[in-house]
């Protein structure tokens, strides 16, 4: 593998390093990573919630967040559908807990992986009709036309929220809230889906005190879910991203949830700093294993449980989901491994039959690594 070094301009780096009172050093890395200015060189550095953009900025959140406060009001049946990850579990969540603080008791669906796939489906679409008013994706519904056209002429109003790019038109939703659309400013671009819901409840707040009914609950509040779901998801942490992360981990390193208390404490963790690394690589594989493995319920469960005592029996519970998921990892990856049969090929494809569905992005992740080339896992 051939390195070369980035090389940043001695006049900007000395202004960094005099100006904030840093290393020279730090200014170099400032400077290589695209930090030029002083401005945006103070933001990274010391990232301030106060300047967090006003949520309807984002485009379709003020229609989004009038058409749910209507709905509270009028004790429609509300659903949230999430995704199976990290960011989809933190998604949901965040707006089940911030619902219920208004006595608000909405429904919650998370596909299987193996018997649903990933996003929305239409079997489970046709169930909710007849008893389901009003559906609010998180970190999944933008590729979903079908589902989304069908529950709308159902008299279904579909809110959705996702971060993914879109491959065509947008989906026909009441409301799609995507900071990937060309109409989104820059600064909300690089949210996860959990940043994402974050920002429509700052909406639905925001409606909810211009209707007189004031706030039951502060946004930094929910924070430490934000930054779980934001980390796990492997976003770029600058701009929104950082500040969010930032305030979310000092949140986590002081937990008022049970749930997360608990998780702390199996992952041999509840006495240090969390950082960003402590979270990839501790914290969100037991919470994404549920999901690789079966049902996510158990870590959206452990989220929102309300005690200590139960949050240990599924912080326990995950850890035994997290173990099986390595061993299922190691036993797909020998296999996988077996058919490298030439290195050098550009790209790297295996196959195998019953190879579980939720470990192969781990074992093309690890290929990847070993031969520095693409890899293809399926089953």
């Not at 695209?34 to 229609?63: C, M, Q, W, Y």
């Not at 992986?113 to 994706?137: F, K, Q």
Request: glycine share 6%.
């Amino acid at each position: 593998m051939k390195w070369s070094s980035l090389q940043s301009d001695d006049r900007q780096r000395e202004l960094l390093s005099e100006k904030l009172g840093i290393s020279s050093t730090l200014a170099h890395l400032l400077l290589v990573r695209g930090i030029s200015t002083l401005e945006d060189a103070r933001e990274f550095l010391n990232p301030k919630l106060s300047t967090f953009p006003d949520p309807s900025d984002l485009p379709d959140v003020e229609k989004a967040a009038a058409r749910i406060v209507d709905a509270m009001d009028r004790n429609e049946q509300i659903v949230i559908w999430g995704d199976y990850d990290v960011d989809g579990v933190t998604s949901t969540a965040l707006l089940l807990t911030f619902f219920e603080k208004y006595g608000v008791q909405a429904e919650f669906f998370m596909p299987n992986r193996e018997e649903d796939g990933y996003g929305m489906n239409m079997t489970r679409a046709e169930a909710m009709v007849g008893h389901v008013e009003l559906v609010i994706t998180v970190d999944c519904g933008t590729s979903n036309h079908k589902e989304v056209a069908f529950l709308q002429n159902a008299g279904i109003d579909v809110v959705v929220t996702d971060h993914h790019s879109l491959a065509a038109s947008p989906p026909p939703a009441f409301a799609f809230i995507n900071p990937k659309r060309e109409d989104a400013p820059d600064v909300f671009h690089d949210l996860a889906g959990v940043g994402v819901a974050f920002v429509l409840m700052a909406g639905i707040r925001r409606q909810l005190t211009q209707r007189g009914n004031p706030a039951d609950t502060q946004l930094k509040d929910y924070l430490d879910l934000v930054a779980l779901g934001t980390v796990a998801d492997m976003v770029p942490l600058l701009g929104l991203n950082r500040t969010l992360v930032r305030f979310g981990l000092k949140t986590w390193n002081a937990p008022s949830r049970p749930g997360l208390l608990a998780l702390k404490q199996v992952a041999n963790v509840d006495d240090k700093l969390l950082d960003s690394s402590t979270i990839s690589f501790q914290i969100a594989p037991r919470l994404n294993a549920s999901g690789r493995l079966g049902s996510a319920a158990t870590s959206l469960d452990l989220l929102c449980c309300g005690d200590y005592s139960s949050g240990l029996v599924l912080a326990n519970k995950l850890d035994q989901l997290n173990s099986m998921r390595k061993e299922l990892e190691k036993e797909i990856l020998s296999l996988a491994l077996d058919q490298v049969a030439d290195e050098s090929r550009p790209v790297i494809l295996v196959a195998g039959n019953g190879w579980n569905k939720g470990v192969l992005g781990i074992v093309a992740s690890r290929i990847t690594n070993s031969f520095h080339r693409p890899s293809i896992v399926l089953s």
